[in-house]
């Protein structure tokens, strides 16, 4: 008797269930990852028993594991403050697009399966996978959260190596035992032999990463020449709901000082506030924070900004730019930050990766008459401007050189890579998390930081309005993490760092390849199938 449709789709579910049980802050269970794809893979012999006689796709089954694991990981979206309609367009859109997406390389593998031979399946869903990670960090709808190197967001330990590959390295890793097991697996029945050297290759695989990574872990040097730098954090807590955006901009900054003077010390170099510390009047506060720097003259500030550039109608405007009523002026909105070094001019910086739907309308360009209907989901409706240039933030006293990241940011690995190798030092990730309350979703965030800090070998300060503020050493390690929701300041010592590791000099080289080979492998299907039409 052949399985039932049934068995193939709890099979499929099975592996969304694996993967969010693995996922950072959900399951947290993190080797499930090394065996989550089994079960689909299961489902895909399965279907193949049900249809032998007439072939059918694949690919609808693969949604169901894809879109359990997008739904329950990212839930979080749903506890966004606003009305029911914004909650379910805030949740949907995100998980069913990226469960749609993510059926992409399994369909792609079909075709391969069908045109090219089974030997070439299992290959090209690692090319095709890794290739849709790489390209979903670098366009309009961009959402690399649930890229499976990012489930090690939490064990740093395992995956010092992203030093060299960056996260792409860990969906390699992931995507490699996964396939080696269902290979084992598939053949122990047929030629047991050749399964025993598979499980042996199987092992190495996992085993010889993991290895590598502990020893590396373990010899880095944490020890800096000259003593490192002393920054303070403040943790303000200021409600992203009912006091952020409507309340008075000038007794929040006067809070967020106070909190400062608490940890600030003589050789404090720098003092970081999140993201939208200031909100309007912004002429007004750097007045305020100029006295602040003159009982402190040895710190420079850095603050999270909502700013704006105005524009004259007969400019050449760029896209998100908007009309001010009964005036030839145009205006452009940014998140944005203000630096106000020791020595030097005070400078902003300009958010550069926008977050879809919310700071973003997608394909602007194109479709900029729709940009009204941006959601609100942080504080800005409609499209923000964005900056191009991966800028580093300069103290002529100090020496100091801060990668600026403003929330969502710190998810791009070779983002903060061309920072660094634009001459960043120190990151320092300036968000507010608390727009989805006490749920995993700030938890996530913070794990990623871990993951920037190995693949660049830079320490973070991170700086969140509602929490979890802390340091992340250049191991991957956090330290000294406040509460959740709580004011807080806190001084602590950094080390920025000069060299360049293989990954930040060269960048992404393992997603760039798989782009080109997943490329080629499409126009090989391609021309198979017209070499049988033209027999």
């Known amino acids: 008797m052949p399985p039932t449709r049934l068995r193939v789709v709890l099979w499929s579910a099975m592996s969304g269930l694996l993967l969010t049980f693995a996922w950072p802050s959900i399951g947290g269970f993190t080797p499930l990852v090394f065996v989550a794809w089994l079960p689909v893979l299961h489902a895909e012999r399965l279907h193949e028993q049900r249809t032998a006689e007439r072939r059918r796709a694949f690919y609808p089954y693969t949604l169901v594991a894809f879109f359990l694991w997008n739904a329950l ?5 749903y506890l966004v403050s606003e009305p029911i309609a914004t909650k379910v367009l805030s949740v949907g859109f995100p998980v069913i697009g990226n469960t749609l997406l993510m059926g992409i390389p399994w369909w792609l593998r079909r075709a391969v399966k069908h045109r090219l031979g089974d030997r ?15 390209l979903h960090h670098a366009w309009d709808l961009q959402w690399p959260w649930l890229s499976l190197g990012n489930a090690f967001g939490t064990r740093p330990s395992w995956v010092q190596w992203y030093e060299i590959t960056g996260m792409l390295g860990g969906s390699l890793w992931v995507l490699l035992v996964n396939m080696l097991l269902n290979r084992v697996i598939s053949t ?33 040097p944490m020890t800096k020449k000259g003593g490192g730098v002393e920054v303070v954090v403040v943790q303000p807590n200021v409600d992203p709901y009912t006091e952020k955006f409507s309340g008075d901009g000038v007794k929040q900054l006067e ?24 909100q309007e009047g912004v002429g007004r506060s750097v007045i305020r924070l100029r006295a602040f720097q003159e009982a402190h003259p040895e710190a420079a500030l850095l603050l999270g900004m909502s700013s704006e550039r105005w524009f004259h109608g007969s400019d050449s ?6 009309p001010i009523r009964n005036t030839p ?86 983002h903060i890579a061309a920072h660094v190798r634009n001459g960043g030092e120190l990151i320092a990730v300036m968000t507010n998390d608390g727009w989805w309350s006490d749920s995993p979703g700030y938890k996530q965030h913070l794990a990623f930081s871990s993951l920037r800090a190995i693949e660049t070998r830079r320490d973070v300060v991170r700086s969140a309005n509602t929490g979890i503020s802390c340091i992340v050493d250049q191991r991957g390690d956090i330290h000294q993490r406040t509460e959740w929701w709580v004011p807080a300041a806190f001084a602590a010592r950094v080390y920025p760092n000069t060299g360049l590791t293989f990954y930040a000099l060269y960048g992404d080289l393992l997603g760039r390849a798989a782009v080109i080979v997943a490329g080629l492998l499409i126009a090989a299907v391609l021309l198979a199938r017209f070499r049988k039409r033209g027999q």
């Open 317 to 322: 405007l760029p896209a998100a730019a908007r």
């Open 255 to 278: 809070r967020m000082l106070a909190l400062a003077e608490t940890a600030i010390t003589d050789q404090t170099r720098v003092v970081v506030f999140p993201e939208t510390a200031l």
């Open 329 to 414: 002026y145009w205006y452009e909105s940014y998140n944005a930050a203000l630096w106000m070094p020791v020595q030097g001019d005070i400078e902003s910086y300009h958010k550069s990766k926008l977050v879809a739907g919310v700071e973003l309308m997608p394909f602007e360009s194109v479709l900029g008459a729709l940009g009204d209907f941006s959601i609100d989901m942080g504080g800005t409706t409609g499209s923000l401007g964005q900056q191009e240039e991966r800028s580093v933030l300069r103290d002529g006293s100090s020496g100091l050189a801060i990668i600026p990241a403003i929330c969502y940011e710190s998810v791009f690995s070779e």
């Open 188 to 220: 122990w029945s047929v030629d047991l032999k050749r399964a025993r050297r598979l499980a042996s290759v199987t092992v190495l695989v996992l085993l010889l990463p993991l290895c590598a990574s502990l020893w590396r872990y373990g010899s880095y």
């Open 73 to 77: 990981c990212t839930y979080w979206f």
């Open 120 to 134: 070439w399946a299992d290959a090209a869903l690692v090319f095709f996978w890794i290739a849709g990670e790489r």
